[in-house]
């Protein structure tokens, strides 16, 4: 079992909690440490509903869902979170837009309407310096930024360069530990921006509140064991469809480069496991997450 070091900044594991109204911050490009948002203070922070609401108002309205033509445009002093990014007002940001990428919906739109294609597509933000896929912008004035590709820090402080390889595994394992804590949900697809699922994810021995240490040396805490199939290539096609279609799967998306990273480190933490231990009825297993010390710092999983 491997923790990650010490040197990690608290605000990529604990976002939530630390991203506060009425203070200013610095939001750096991870992989290189460019400046991308520069003392921006916010006097909202508000959460963003879970990925597949829109989904999930259709099982439970017995009308058109009231909220299909709702969208949420964070204003320049507004922070809206989510499972695995954040909105902001794209205000002067220091980003280059590529060439627009539709999104996994905007064939189905096209259809609908070939007038509205351009303003269904994604288009990719990246890093001006060393041109890193940082985010989408999902409007005019909004930028979809993955917590996977910028570090958020106060301005008081400094950047702080971490491994990439301990950054995405800390990054995921945090959005995995929250949401199985917060809603009981214990399988998850790793979908890309491209719409492509890449990796199924099914946690286990996720004992008890994990918020509190356990009755072992000080600093222990409970661990998470993961199972995953990878699914590029068409592998596990069938899996991954039905896993697509059951409400109880929640979905994880984030860059499709990020999605291959994670795919490698999850498969060289198998390759750590004896033989004997590196699958688990047609799942690869993986070693534990472990979460250490007062904030999440997580381990290879």
């Known amino acids: 079992m491997v923790s990650a070091p010490e040197t990690q900044s608290d605000s990529v594991f604990t976002l939530r909690e630390s991203l506060k109204p009425q203070r200013n911050y610095v939001f750096y490009c991870q992989s290189c440490g460019d ?19 829109s989904a999930l108002v259709e099982e439970w309205c017995c009308h058109p869902n009231p909220f299909a033509r709702s969208t949420l445009h964070p204003q320049h002093a507004d922070c809206f979170l989510g499972d695995t990014f954040f909105l902001l007002n794209s205000g002067n940001e220091s980003y280059v837009p590529e060439s627009p990428v539709c999104c996994s919906e905007a064939g189905h739109h096209a259809s609908e309407s070939g007038s509205n294609l ?26 979809k930024y993955y917590v996977t590709e910028v570090i958020i820090q106060p301005s008081e402080g400094s950047f702080t360069t971490t491994p990439r390889s301990q950054f995405v595994q800390s990054m995921v394992a945090q959005c995995l530990v929250e949401l199985s804590s917060a809603k009981s949900t214990f399988r998850f697809t790793i979908e890309g921006d491209d719409g492509k699922i890449y ?37 596990n096609k069938d899996l ?62």
């Open 199 to 235: 990796i199924l994810i099914w946690l286990l021995n996720l004992f008890g509140d994990i918020s509190m240490p356990s009755s072992g040396p000080v600093g222990t805490w409970n661990a998470v064991k993961v199972l995953y199939q990878p699914c590029i290539k068409s592998r």
């Open 35 to 53: 400046i991308i948002v520069k003392d921006r203070k916010f006097l909202r922070v508000l959460p963003l509903p879970s990925e597949n609401w």
């Open 118 to 143: 351009k303003s269904k597509e994604n288009t990719r933000v990246i890093c001006k310096r060393c041109k890193t896929m940082l985010g989408e912008t999902v409007s005019a004035d909004t930028i």
């Open 240 to 301: 991954a469809d039905t896993w697509e279609n059951d409400i109880g799967v929640h979905p994880l998306k984030f860059p499709s480069e990020t999605c291959l990273e994670l795919l490698l480190i999850l498969a060289l933490s198998t390759t750590s496991l004896p033989p004997s231990l590196r699958c688990m009825n047609s799942f690869q297993d993986s070693s534990p997450i472990e979460k250490k010390l007062d904030r999440v710092n997580l381990g290879i999983f």
